[in-house]
């Protein structure tokens, strides 16, 4: 579904990316863990087109996509929930996701187009709150609808930005249960996070980073065994 190879990404003259490589199958969801500053954001960021790679290659259902415009990666396929969830304050909540409404593909009836219905089926509180302003809006209802707005694009992979940033435990724990439910319905998920009991319950493969490289691959299991990796690479 995604691949990365050899990704180099610089902000100014600072070296973020260094050789990143990694790749995340169809139907499954990988986690990148790490430190604040070791690059996690970044390689979002490079993957949906918002900062340019030096070198390297990023592959998206087996087309080049590096150097594509954001909105052309959007229209592929790829659909991102951005750190600190960045809804639109002055829209309502159907506003907001009405806004990003993209058709999808027909569906085979177990797994239809994601619209209005299908996302208040997957976030209750959402349709309860539909007339509600984005700034009148929970940490974790706007966090509900940024993964809600993204949906509405109808995205093959998704890229989810810290979703658990800020959250009360109890938040958390719906936030993994939808991306559970997400990965149910056929989605591949790239998900970035600080959190590791929550990034361990939902991964089929967890990333650790270091200083823009990856440092440690591997099952969830094998990750929360390894009291020496946590300790090194996660301050866990």
Same mark, same amino acid.
């Given at each position: 579904?995604?691949?990365?190879?050899?990704?180099? $990404?610089?902000?100014? $003259?600072?070296?973020? *990316?260094?050789? *990143?490589?990694?790749?995340?199958?169809?139907?499954? %969801?990988?986690?990148?863990?790490?430190? +604040?500053?070791?690059?996690? $954001?970044?390689?979002?960021?490079?993957?949906?087109?918002?900062?340019?790679?030096?070198?390297?290659?990023? #592959?998206?259902?087996?087309?080049?996509?590096?150097?594509?415009?954001?909105? #052309?990666?959007?229209?592929?396929?790829?659909?991102?929930?951005?750190?600190?969830?960045?809804?639109?304050?002055?829209?309502?909540?159907?506003? +907001?996701? $009405?806004?990003?409404?993209?058709?999808?593909?027909?569906?085979?009836?177990?797994?239809?187009?994601?619209? *209005?219905?299908?996302?208040?089926?997957?976030?209750?509180?959402?349709?309860?709150?539909?007339? +509600?302003?984005? +700034?009148?809006?929970?940490?974790?209802?706007?966090?509900?609808?940024?993964?809600?707005?993204?949906?509405?694009?109808?995205?093959?992979?998704?890229?989810?930005?810290?979703?658990?940033?800020?959250?009360?435990?109890?938040?958390?724990?719906?936030?993994?249960?939808?991306?559970?439910?997400?990965?149910?319905?056929?989605?591949?998920?790239?998900?970035?996070?600080?959190?590791?009991?929550?990034? %361990?319950?939902?991964?089929?493969?967890?990333?650790?980073?270091?200083?823009? #490289?990856?440092?440690?691959?591997?099952?969830?299991?094998?990750? *929360?065994?390894?009291?020496?990796?946590?300790?090194?690479?996660?301050?866990?």
């Amino acid at each position: 579904m995604l691949e990365l190879e050899g990704v180099h $990404t610089y902000y100014g $003259t600072s070296h973020i *990316l260094q050789g *990143l490589s990694f790749s995340v199958p169809e139907r499954s %969801c990988a986690v990148l863990l790490g430190r +604040n500053g070791a690059g996690k $954001t970044t390689t979002i960021h490079s993957i949906a087109g918002l900062v340019p790679l030096r070198s390297g290659s990023i #592959r998206f259902m087996g087309r080049e996509i590096s150097g594509e415009r954001p909105h #052309r990666i959007a229209r592929m396929g790829i659909g991102l929930v951005p750190q600190g969830r960045r809804v639109f304050p002055s829209l309502t909540v159907e506003e +907001n996701l $009405t806004v990003a409404s993209r058709g999808g593909p027909s569906g085979d009836g177990e797994n239809p187009p994601w619209d *209005l219905s299908r996302v208040y089926e997957l976030f209750p509180a959402l349709r309860e709150r539909a007339s +509600n302003m984005g +700034n009148q809006l929970s940490g974790g209802e706007q966090q509900m609808l940024a993964i809600a707005r993204a949906l509405m694009t109808n995205p093959r992979l998704l890229l989810m930005d810290e979703p658990s940033e800020g959250l009360a435990p109890v938040v958390i724990e719906r936030v993994g249960e939808a991306i559970h439910r997400l990965k149910e319905a056929g989605l591949s998920i790239l998900l970035v996070e600080q959190h590791v009991s929550l990034a %361990c319950s939902v991964a089929d493969e967890v990333l650790v980073m270091n200083k823009g #490289r990856i440092v440690w691959r591997g099952s969830p299991e094998a990750l *929360l065994s390894n009291r020496q990796v946590q300790q090194q690479y996660l301050g866990v």
